[in-house]
């Protein structure tokens, strides 16, 4: 399995930027597609974007598009997500995913019940 721990979260303003970085160990990262969810208090994890093997394949949530970048360095074994223009709605807490995948794939996942493997969160939190 692999082992992932996000971080980078922090209190901003609304319009600024911020970039999570999930770093992962164990199994070879170039093996998992990977993917950012968030939860808000009371809200259900919702899906915020995704990264399939190859780096040419990612999906993004209506709610992020055109706002939030997902990319992934297999040199570092690491995953991030570039957020610009922060609104307070984006305020939750960041978790990355992972999901193995044995052939090699663009496929990505945007449901939560897809992936095996989490990390334990960062909070961003964005002021008015």
């Known amino acids: 399995q692999v082992q992932l721990v996000e971080s980078g979260g922090e209190l901003v303003q609304a319009g600024d930027s911020l970039r999570l970085s999930c770093a992962t160990s164990g199994r070879p990262f170039s093996s998992y597609a990977m993917g950012w969810f968030r939860q808000a208090p009371g809200e259900e994890r919702e899906f915020v974007a995704a990264?399939?093997?190859?780096?040419?394949?990612?999906r993004y949530a209506d709610s992020v598009k055109g706002r939030f970048t997902i990319s992934r360095d297999n040199a570092t074994n690491t995953v991030y997500l570039q957020m610009n223009s922060l609104k307070p709605a984006d305020a939750a807490v960041y978790y990355c995913a992972a999901k193995y995948q044995t052939c090699y794939s663009s496929r990505v996942f945007t449901a939560p019940s897809g992936y095996e493997c989490w990390g334990q969160g960062t909070r961003v939190t964005v002021s008015t």
């Open positions: 990264i399939g093997r190859s780096t040419l394949s990612t």
